[in-house]
């Protein structure tokens, strides 16, 4: 494994030994204090972002490594017109790896077909973002203890948002998933995916409108926040931008077990009044997403403790 683009550029066996080590890194913090000293991170974000870039500069900065970088498109040669093939050779001069963030789809697999450096894709577009996949599947893992046997609800934004269709990417390779979509048909998960993932390989799903009747059914429900940076038209983002909104009231029928997800950031679609449930896992998620990106950079650097 040269680059992480896609989450299907890890076999199943290579996400278990990530989630492995990142329980061994959180277990036993003390023994990869230095293992990428002398090593550097890039982290170059053309969008916005603050659980995925710090946690990926904690990672490394736990690690012993250190971090350069900028955090948006405006503080970099982007600006001026550079492309991101210069950037990234350019960049490679200076680090050891790379992290990359793009609104553009495919932006991170173009840069890494010109350097020799680990690039490790951020985010790009609505495409893909497998670090937030492999930081869902560990705390499932280790809130279930388990990645087979699950019925699993997305709800909210289900066309735009990236790490939905990482995910469901990513579990369609482990047995007896059941996948609910829950959202309003302007929203819903794009045709690609109901035909080369559900379909494909025949695995069961369906779509709602409303996630108080299918919540009982629940083992874990994956809550995502309506994109206002994806809208081309203000109107359609204001109309469906409260769509689902979860409360105390729409979990009275929710199993006592259930996991509460969200990769964050949050704006109204959880009510803060469930940040005390204790099935709430959000805040874990982003301690977890800190765990995987440890064990994702020392896997792609080749260090070891």
């Known amino acids: 494994m040269k680059h992480l683009i896609d989450p299907m550029d890890l076999s199943v066996d290579d996400v278990d030994r990530l989630l492995n080590l990142a329980d061994e890194i959180s277990s036993r913090p003390e023994k990869y204090r230095e293992v990428c000293r002398y090593k550097k991170l ?10 995925t870039r710090l946690s990926f500069e904690a990672a490394m900065m736990e690690l012993g490594g250190s971090v350069l970088g900028f955090s948006s498109a405006d503080s970099s040669s982007a600006a001026k017109g550079e492309s991101i093939a210069d950037t990234a050779r350019t960049v490679a001069c200076y680090a050891d790896i ?99 993932v559900f379909e494909k390989k025949n695995i069961p799903f369906r779509e709602a409108r409303r996630m108080e009747e299918v919540m009982p059914e629940l ?30 009231e729409k979990l009275k029928n929710a199993k006592a ?26 805040f874990k998620q982003a301690l977890n997403g800190k765990h995987v990106r440890m064990a994702l950079i020392m896997d792609l650097l080749g260090v070891m403790a």
Not at 42 to 51: M, N
Not at 257 to 277: A, F, Y
């Open 98 to 196: 790379i992290a990359m963030r793009h609104p553009k789809e495919g932006a991170p697999y173009v840069a890494s077909k010109h350097v020799d450096i680990p690039i490790i894709n951020a985010g790009d577009g609505g495409h893909n973002h497998p670090t937030q996949t492999l930081t869902d599947l560990l705390t499932i893992r280790r809130e279930k203890g388990r990645l087979n046997n699950l019925t699993i609800g997305f709800c909210g934004d289900l066309k735009f948002g990236r790490t939905v269709h990482s995910l469901i990417k990513a579990l369609s390779r482990y047995e007896n998933i059941t996948f609910i979509m829950i959202s309003p048909e302007e929203l819903q998960i794009p045709e690609y995916l109901k035909k080369d």
């Open 42 to 51: 890039a982290t170059l974000f053309f969008e916005p972002s603050t659980r």
């Open 219 to 248: 083992d874990i429900i994956y809550m995502t926040r309506v994109q206002r940076e994806r809208f081309f038209n203000e109107a359609d983002y204001v109309r469906l931008k409260d769509s689902y909104i979860l409360d105390p």
């Open 257 to 282: 077990d259930l996991s509460i997800l969200h990769p964050l950031p949050r704006v109204n679609e959880i009510s803060v009044k469930v940040d005390e449930d204790p099935r709430a896992c959000y």
